[in-house]
């Protein structure tokens, strides 16, 4: 409890506070038997004023989809940006979403959104790992069929219970297959089998914000019955506002829960603790604050999200006594967590302790082999240590037959150790697999080719990409204007933008777009940074300090002032930080160097 103060204390001291969400005057009588959970958290971050709210300014290594950072990231993994409109003939785009997810920052994985709203206690552990009849149906068929394969199903005789239908819905989440889980929700909304429960109003509440977006979900949320409109449709919302970096709504829908007088769980603070770690890691503090005085216990994903904030941070003290911390209150290091340490440690350069990690890992006992080796071959790949990652594969190979995520898992791998042979060996051997492959798989080795600087290479799988039928999704507009910016091309990339900006269905990366705003600030090119800048409020990216950092920095490479520039931020309730700070400075004296050269 005192480090809790301690450390909001030492934040107002410096100006930094930022007012958040108050917590409630009423506390519970059990949180002394809690308070020692967030205290064990908060000494680990204490005192760390610059380093939660700010960064250095630099870019981080990775490729532009992979990239974390402290503002929004969209289209990413789990509860993602969804912004592509379901239609009948975007079968290509479902029929592999199962089979491959993009190498993500491993705190934004689907473990990181595991949503205790949409589970059923009604059905065991064990039947969800059978698959039912239903569910057989359901991925067995294309994804335009649906509907009449799903009446054959029951004019075959067989009966939809609830017990099927969770099992399927449970099978479609875990595999990420969100447009075909909508089709199958769409369908029952018209045969209404059985009386709608709280968790079935939730459940389509969230995978329509999934895939149709923000508005929708709202908009279906206000349809809901008032007696069905709980904790699990507001958690449920709440979530997706944290996933698409909406602060404002999510702050809002979070009072609301506790003015509704909810008995609110750590699945809710961590949903604040995800968005302000991608906006404003000042606020966590403020979480855990909220969370020590009401007497909500952490969970393992709790310190999952302290870990994966002090490990950007370059804090590997301060992640290391997280992990402390967390061993001593007796939470069993998972595999998930494991593998977030080891990131880190290679990010920072620590060779020795990645490696003890992940032999750590390669011990840790998990029912499904697999998921160990393919946490381990990017991993031993980014150490740059080929004998592991040919041992890894050779794992991998010894199965009777690869999945595509494996494949292209492999050809990531490869591409990280430059052995650029073999990862279009690998991709080849995905694209005779005998499965239709969507744009994630092409997007693997576009990727490799991206980082290495080989246009000529990445524009002919694009043409074969699209020979082949392959829709063009937010992640390849990604890699194709990373392909053109590690060129030199920044112009074409820049077109590529213009284009992928008018697709009606399709929304650009926020890094996507920032990283063509952050070489025209490099170049000192006002206007065509203002112009990058302008694309992205149109494309719903408002409210990062990052991108008008981004922008200042082009008027300070110009030298030129900005006049009016803190009016803007102010507008978007973007505060100065030390980057921005020091940024705003430097075009300050521009304005007295203007005035002088009147003057003379």
């Not at 959970?37 to 709210?53: A, P």
């Not at 968790?199 to 349809?223: N, P």
């Not at 952050?518 to 112009?531: C, I, L, Q, S």
């Amino acid at each position: 409890m005192w480090a809790l103060r301690k450390t909001a204390n030492h934040l107002r001291a410096h100006g930094k506070y930022h007012h958040t969400l108050k917590t409630s005057a009423g506390r519970l009588e059990n949180w002394k038997d809690n308070a020692t959970h967030l205290s064990f958290i908060c000494k680990s971050i204490k005192g760390d004023v610059v380093g939660l709210g700010e960064t250095n300014g630099s870019t981080p290594a990775r490729g532009i989809s992979h990239w974390h950072c402290q503002y929004p990231k969209f289209a990413q993994v789990g509860r993602g940006f969804a912004s592509q409109v379901v239609t009948e003939d975007n079968d290509s785009a479902d029929a592999s979403e199962d089979e491959f997810s993009e190498l993500d920052d491993p705190a934004n994985s689907a473990e990181a959104h595991a949503d205790p709203y949409l589970s059923d206690a009604e059905v065991e552990k064990e039947e969800v790992h059978n698959a039912s009849p239903l569910y057989q149906t359901v991925l067995s068929c294309k994804f335009i069929d649906l509907p009449s394969s799903l009446e054959q199903w029951l004019a075959d005789g067989n009966v939809l219970t609830r017990r099927e239908v969770v099992i399927t819905f449970v099978h479609l989440r875990n595999r990420r297959m969100f447009k075909r889980l909508l089709k199958v929700s769409d369908w029952l909304e018209g045969k209404k089998p059985f009386k709608k429960t709280e968790r079935d109003y939730a459940s389509r509440l969230d995978v329509i914000t999934k895939i149709l977006g923000i508005f929708k979900g709202e908009k279906y949320f206000a349809s809901i019955p008032s007696d069905m409109r709980g904790q699990r449709a507001y958690g449920t919302l709440l979530a997706n506002y944290s996933s698409t970096c909406n602060v404002e709504k999510a702050e809002e829908i979070f009072k609301k829960m506790k003015a509704e007088g909810f008995s609110l769980t750590a699945f809710e603070y961590n949903q604040l603790l995800l968005l302000y770690k991608r906006l404003d890691k000042k606020k966590i503090q403020d979480v855990l604050k909220m969370m020590e005085d009401e007497g909500v216990k952490p969970t393992i994903f709790t310190y999952k999200i302290l870990i994966d904030v002090k490990g950007w941070m370059g804090d590997i003290g301060g992640m290391e006594q997280v992990a402390e911390n967390m061993k001593s209150e007796d939470i069993e290091m998972d595999s998930g967590t494991l593998e977030l340490l080891a990131r880190h440690y290679i990010r920072a350069g620590l060779a020795e302790k990645a490696e003890v990690v992940l032999k750590e890992l390669e011990n840790v006992s998990l029912k499904d082999k697999r998921s160990r080796l393919k946490m381990l071959l990017p991993l031993y790949a980014e150490l740059g240590k080929p004998t592991e990652v040919e041992r890894i594969w050779k794992d991998f190979e010894a199965f009777p037959a690869l999945r595509l995520d494996e494949y292209a898992t492999g050809v990531v791998a490869w591409g990280k150790l430059g052995q650029i042979e073999k990862a279009e060996i690998t991709f080849e051997k995905l694209l005779n697999s005998g499965k239709k492959l969507s744009a994630k798989h092409y997007n693997a080795l576009l990727n490799v080719y991206a980082d290495h600087h080989l246009l000529l290479k990445g524009k002919e799988l694009v043409k074969r990409m699209s020979d082949n039928g392959c829709t063009i999704e937010p992640p390849i507009w990604d890699a194709l204007i990373r392909l053109h910016v590690n060129a030199g091309e920044l112009e074409k990339a820049d077109s590529i933008l213009f284009k992928a900006c008018n697709q009606k269905q399709l929304r650009p990366k926020y890094w996507t777009m920032v990283t063509i705003l952050e070489k025209y600030a490099e170049r000192g090119d006002v206007a065509n940074a203002e112009k990058i800048f302008d694309r992205m409020r149109q494309a719903g990216y408002t409210g990062s300090a990052g991108a008008f950092a981004s922008l200042l920095k082009s008027y300070a490479n110009a030298r030129v002032p900005a006049y009016g520039f803190r009016e803007r931020m102010k507008a978007d309730k973007i505060y100065l930080n030390g980057r921005l700070n020091s940024l705003m400075e430097q075009v300050d004296a521009f304005k007295s160097d203007t005035l002088e050269g009147i003057l003379d």
